[in-house]
Structures are given as structure tokens and as C-alpha cells.
């Protein structure tokens, strides 16, 4: 057996590795065409920001050990420049010499990546203006940072974008994120972005949403920014994050199936159009876990796990792969954010039905000092209760509640189901009630009729007709320090006694902070001969959709 692969990394690297374990008499040609054939793509802004303090601590693996420990013939600085599938050779490029010359396969993986984007914008090329993909893009802009930059803009407002603000803030760099959308973090719902927005002004990092830059020119202070608002933003440090595109131009080039976005179509054995010819990472479309529709999710895990069922499947030994969810979490100083399966805009856009909650509960027991309020969505279908995906923001303790939703996607539970989680408790880690076993409680009580529930971001039209009462159930001193507009006061303790102050001719949607009292407030109304709703996640959920109310 003879194996080519094209492209490092993580599909690459995996991949030869793995090879190298199913089979020791396999001859394995790994080409790279940059220096480094395997470093950390995730760490690179860590190391721009100084949080990692060594460059070698980026590097994965070197070619010296992939050959040394697993006898791999390691190519880097080599640019595979064509496939020519009917005789099976792809055409070889030495970059430091200009050689070309032709090696022969059996079987080929392409594990060529994505590209970030850069617009073809005036002065998208100038000096001091980068996309960040590898160890060299690293290495100038990091020395850029040292040297004293003192304002830095960045383009898109996605996860490299907000990971490469914190760490110029920390480097005392004014900072300014730029965003054409009206939300950072797009794969989210925006709500769900709020708190990071507040964790951004609270840094002094500037956002400018629904704005994108139409040009880039030399300036006063270096450079300028020309944005399509007219506004002009001053900076020595220019970086694009606006996204990225598979490298997939040897594969069209070759005559590859690929989709409309340009990834390399595969089927569950991650084998492409040419059944001699894998494909694996950024670079191909996968099936989405939830819709089972072919999609582009650019993460290192899924990446590597592709890899090892490529080889897999090369030496025999079947294996398909299940598809990817989008699970990822961003970290933003002692903020999180972190995802997977599909958001509301994802299914509102395949009109799939679904029904939503949120919960605010504590990372760990309230009781044990240093407990942080997280928010999480749920969403899930609206008749089996199956989990369709879940958002989670906060401090300590998201991470750990989105893997473990992530589980429960990957595995085709129910909010029944998470009722049911028995997961590890004591004060310090977690609650006897953990978040997760929460948003299962009211994700399974709103399908069982027992915990009706109105959205907030349909009130106001109900509240305007007269369709709706709308009740707070907090405290008055809560209630005066902010409330939903149109909103009476009738704490929750008070409220069997007071009755006779309500509608019976309206439905009565009650509401408190979080969910939990006008949960109870919902109880005792529906108990009592009233047509009443709680208002999902209280008005904490609502200051999500309303920051400024």
C-alpha cells in the first residue's frame, strides 16, 4: 500500500499517524507545503497575546518526529500541484528548489484545510494587514504586537476575531471589532450573544455592528479603515477573521464532486467521487448530526476524528462517519459561550418545528461561595422532546454543561431523558439539580402541559391587543429597579391572596427573574380557574432581547 497525503495539520497528521499504527509495511508520503506540518490553529492567538509564552509550545509534532517514531516520509515546503486520477500520480512542487516531480498512489487523502477569506477590497494587501492562519501569520503579527502597536482592527466578529480581541487588550492595544451582521458570534442566536457584547464594552474593546470595511489605506497612524458607514478607524495592526474558504481547487481541478460552497463532497467512509481518493477536515462538506443536510463546519475535533476513519476505511476496516454537530465554545477573559447542534435561525430556516427554554441557574450550589449565573437555551422538538441543540453563556461551568448536551444530541435523547441524568454532584462542581437536569425539568413540564409557557419576544403584540395580562411575580423592590413594560406587581407569596385583582377574561402570562416563581405563580393560577402562561426564562431572558429596556 502506498499512501499519499496532502496537507498537515489536523485531518493529516491524523491521518498518517494512524496509518503508520494499522500497518507497518505501508510506504506513507505526507506532503505540507508550509515549514510546520503540524501546530495548534487554536493557540495561535494565545501565543499573539502573550498567554503563551513559547512558539514551540504551538507545535504539535515535528516532521523530525513523525519520521523518527513512525517512519512517515515527511514532505514539507512541497506543493501537491495536480491529480491526475487515471494514472494515479499527483504532480509535486518543491518549494524551495522548484523541482517538480511525480509521485504515484494507491490510495490519496486530501487534507488540504480552509483559507481565510480576504475581500477583494482596496488595500486589503498593504503592510500591517493579515489573516491568521498558521505559525508564519503568527509569528508577523506577534511581532508587530511587541513593537508597539497601540490600535488594532479586526474584521468580522467571529470566534479567531473576539479571541484575537482579548488577547490585544491584554497587550494594552485599543481594540475596535468590526461586524457586517447585527450579532458577533453568527452561529449563535443573538440573544444569546448579549452577555459577551456587555463583556466586550466592559473590556473597552469597541464594536461596531452592521458595518464592513470598503477600503484600507495608508494613514496618519499607519493605517485607516474605511468603513461603508463613512466612519474612518486609525490602526497600526489590520486583521481579517470574516471567515474561511475550503481549499479545495485541487480537487475541482481533479474533477471531484464538491458542493456549492466548494467542499469536497464525501460519503460516510469520508470517501470522495473517486472511490481511490479520500478526503477529510475543513476542506470537505459533512452531514449535519441534527438535519442530516450537507454542511461546513471548520473544527479541529471533528477534523481529527475524520482523519483516523479515512485511514481506517483505506486498510479495511469499515467505519462511517456519524456527522458533525458544531459543538464549540469561545472563551473571552472570564467569559464563555459555547454551542451545538442547531440554533433557533438554523431550524427557523429549514421551517423545522421546535419548542425553546432557558434556565439561569448556578454553576454549582448556591450556598458554596463563588457560585456564576450561566444562561442556557434548550431547543427540541416540540412532539418527541428530542434534543435538536443548546447555547450555553457564563463563567465556569458552560463547557461542562454543553458536552454533556452534546452527548445527549450525538446519542438521540429526549429533555425526558434529561430529567433522568444522574451526573456527578458536591457544592464545589455542581448542584443536586444540575443546570442540565433543569432545562430537562422545564423542556419536559412545557411538553407534559404542566409548565405552559409564553416566549418573551411575543408579548408585546398580545400585550397591545388586550389579549394579555401580564403579571410580575417578584418582589416590589425587584420589580422597581426594572421590569416588562406594561407589567402589574403581585409578588408570588402574595398572590393566592390577591385573586380576585386578576382577569378572568384574559390570558395571564406571569413572569419573575429567571422562571422559577412565575413557574409557580403559572401553577397556582391554572389551579385556580385562570387561562395563564409563565413567561419562558423570566426577565433576565427578556433583558437578553432587550438590553437597553
Do not use: W
Not at 467505519?319 to 454537530?325: A, F, N, V, W
Not at 454549582?364 to 441543540?389: I, N, Q, S, W
Amino acid at each position: 500500500m502506498k499512501l499519499l497525503i496532502v496537507g498537515g495539520v489536523a485531518g493529516g497528521a491524523s491521518a498518517a499517524a494512524r496509518a503508520r499504527r494499522l500497518s507497518e509495511s505501508a510506504q506513507i508520503i505526507l506532503f505540507e507545503r508550509g515549514p510546520d506540518v503540524s501546530f495548534a490553529n487554536c493557540g495561535l492567538p494565545y501565543y499573539v497575546g502573550g498567554e503563551i509564552a513559547h512558539r514551540e509550545k504551538l507545535l504539535v509534532t515535528t516532521p523530525e518526529m513523525l519520521k523518527s517514531r513512525f517512519r512517515l516520509d515527511v514532505r514539507t515546503r512541497s506543493s501537491v500541484e495536480v491529480i491526475d486520477r487515471a494514472s494515479r500520480k499527483v504532480r509535486v512542487r518543491d518549494l524551495d528548489s522548484g523541482r517538480e516531480y511525480d509521485e504515484s498512489y494507491d490510495k490519496l487523502i486530501i487534507a488540504t484545510g480552509a483559507a481565510p477569506f480576504r475581500p477583494s477590497i482596496p488595500g486589503a494587501d498593504l503592510p500591517g494587514v493579515f489573516t491568521l492562519r498558521n505559525l508564519h501569520d503568527t509569528d508577523e503579527i506577534r511581532a508587530r504586537v511587541v513593537g508597539g502597536v497601540k490600535q488594532a482592527v479586526l474584521l468580522g466578529g467571529g470566534f479567531i476575531s473576539l479571541e484575537l480581541a482579548e488577547n490585544c487588550v491584554r497587550q494594552g492595544i485599543s481594540t475596535t471589532v468590526v461586524e457586517k451582521n447585527d450579532q458577533v458570534l453568527t452561529p449563535f442566536d443573538k440573544e444569546m450573544t448579549q452577555p459577551i457584547v456587555e463583556a466586550l464594552a466592559t473590556r473597552g474593546v469597541t464594536l461596531l455592528l452592521g458595518q464592513t470595511a470598503e477600503s484600507i489605506q495608508s494613514g496618519p497612524e499607519g493605517l485607516e479603515v474605511c468603513l461603508t458607514t463613512g466612519r474612518r478607524l486609525g490602526a497600526q495592526l489590520v486583521i481579517f477573521g470574516i471567515g474561511v474558504r475550503p481549499e479545495s481547487k485541487l480537487a475541482v481541478d481533479a474533477g471531484l464532486e464538491v458542493g456549492p460552497r466548494g467542499g469536497i463532497r464525501v460519503n460516510g467512509h469520508l470517501q470522495t467521487s473517486d472511490p481511490n481518493i479520500y478526503a477529510v477536515g475543513d476542506v470537505i462538506e459533512v452531514k449535519d448530526v441534527v438535519s442530516g443536510d450537507p454542511v461546513q463546519v471548520p473544527l479541529a475535533g471533528p477534523a481529527n476524528r475524520q482523519g483516523r476513519i479515512a485511514v481506517d476505511n483505506i486498510f479495511g476496516r469499515p467505519l462511517k462517519y456519524r456527522g458533525t454537530q458544531g459543538t464549540a465554545i469561545l472563551g473571552f477573559f472570564d467569559r464563555a459561550a459555547a454551542l451545538t447542534g442547531a440554533s433557533e435561525k438554523v431550524l427557523r430556516r429549514a421551517n423545522r418545528p421546535f419548542r425553546k427554554v432557558y434556565v439561569h441557574p448556578t454553576h454549582h450550589a448556591g450556598y458554596y461561595p463563588g457560585a456564576e449565573v450561566m444562561t442556557l437555551k434548550l431547543l427540541f422538538d416540540p412532539t418527541t422532546g428530542r434534543v435538536l441543540g443548546a447555547q450555553g453563556v457564563g463563567g465556569v461551568g458552560v463547557d461542562k454543561r454543553i458536552d454533556v448536551i452534546a452527548v445527549a444530541i450525538q446519542a438521540g435523547m429526549t429533555v425526558f431523558d434529561l430529567e433522568e441524568l444522574e451526573l456527578a454532584y458536591s457544592p464545589q462542581f455542581g448542584s443536586a439539580k444540575d443546570p442540565v437536569n433543569m432545562a430537562g425539568f422545564v423542556a419536559g413540564g412545557l411538553l407534559r402541559g404542566e409548565h405552559p409557557q409564553m416566549d418573551v419576544e411575543v408579548l408585546e403584540p398580545d400585550i397591545a391587543a388586550g389579549r394579555l395580562f401580564l403579571l410580575d411575580v417578584r418582589t416590589p423592590q425587584e420589580f422597581a429597579s426594572g421590569h416588562i413594560p406594561g407589567a402589574a406587581n403581585i409578588p408570588v407569596d402574595e398572590l393566592r391572596g390577591r385573586l380576585g385583582e386578576l382577569p378572568r377574561d384574559r390570558r395571564i402570562a406571569s413572569y419573575c427573574q429567571v422562571g422559577q416563581r412565575g413557574y409557580l405563580a403559572t401553577r397556582i393560577l391554572l389551579q385556580s380557574g385562570f387561562s395563564a402562561v409563565n413567561v419562558g426564562g423570566g426577565y433576565k431572558t427578556f433583558k437578553l432581547f432587550r438590553p437597553s429596556a
